[in-house]
């Protein structure tokens, strides 16, 4: 499956965006997640969200202001993104899981089968 994200752009300490993950392939039967890389840093798990029942879990610094969803009808997961502080600017991914695997949900990159290109978000202070 093909996954393209796209919704980055600039905005200021305090502000929202909404980044959105289009998959080309039936969406219904992956679990999703997103990851996020800042500069000179790895790759982190910042959420993701079950294919059946859209369960979802999310690392400790974005809950409460990031919120994952999924339209499985549209083939496409969103980020809403809330209250943004710099230490968010990063470069997002969006990545699958195929529903097949026993564990629904992980925060392991490496569990994931297939990725986005990534789309930038800057958050300026």
């Known amino acids: 499956v093909q996954l393209q994200a796209s919704g980055g752009g600039s905005v200021q300490a305090g502000g929202s965006l909404r980044l959105s993950c289009a998959a080309s392939?039936?969406?219904?039967?992956?679990?999703m997640g997103w990851f996020r890389q800042a500069p000179g840093k790895e790759r982190e798990f910042v959420g993701a969200?079950?294919?059946?029942?859209?369960?979802?879990d999310y690392e400790d610094s974005v809950r409460g202001r990031f919120t994952i969803s999924r339209d499985n009808a549209k083939n496409t997961m969103y980020l809403r993104m809330n209250s943004l502080k710099p230490e968010d600017t990063a470069i997002y991914y969006c990545?699958?899981?195929?529903?097949?695997?026993?564990?629904?949900?992980?925060?392991?990159?490496?569990?994931?089968?297939?990725w986005g290109r990534g789309t930038l978000v800057t958050v300026s202070s």
């Open positions: 990545t699958a899981r195929a529903a097949s695997r026993p564990t629904p949900i992980t925060r392991v990159a490496s569990d994931y089968d297939y």
């Open positions: 969200i079950t294919w059946r029942n859209g369960k979802t």
């Open positions: 392939a039936t969406f219904s039967q992956y679990h």
